[in-house]
């Protein structure tokens, strides 16, 4: 059912999106506790404000009014995925190189699980990360298959 109820939403927010020149992130429709909650994430490349979460917010809260897909109460949150959004599709990895990237691996590769690093290189099997050991910086290779959870990250 969730997924029905995202699959509604984006067709109703995807016009809305495009007539602002925004792209659409994720979509989710969960329970958490007694709450359920509709949650998109928008994005630009020239990043998104409160302002423009709030007109998008306006503009699908009556898109949603007037269709009336959700039966049941919920909350509407609509937001930017964040400096350090989820990396879930391959377009996003694509986006990323050249970006610092945080990754978790099913199982261990080369002893570790955790990788952070520079994104340098992604195709459709793998992704290449440039790791900076104190005053050296290694290359890792990592299947796509093997990937368990990624996101952009902020190294200090």
Known sequence: MASVIAKMADELISPILQEMNLELFDIEYV???????????????????????????????EALDVKDPIKEA????VSSPGAERPLKRYEDFEKAVGKDVHLTTYEPIEGNKVFEGKLTEVNKD???????????????????????SSRLAIIF
């Open 31 to 61: 329970k958490e506790g007694k709450n359920r909650f509709l949650r998109v994430f928008i994005d630009s490349p020239s990043g998104v404000d409160l302002d423009t979460c709030a007109e998008v917010s306006e503009k699908l809260s």
């Open 74 to 77: 919920y909350f509407l949150e």
């Open 126 to 148: 793998y992704v290449i990360l440039a790791i900076k050991d104190k005053t050296r910086v290694a290359h890792v290779t990592l299947p796509f298959d093997k990937i368990a």
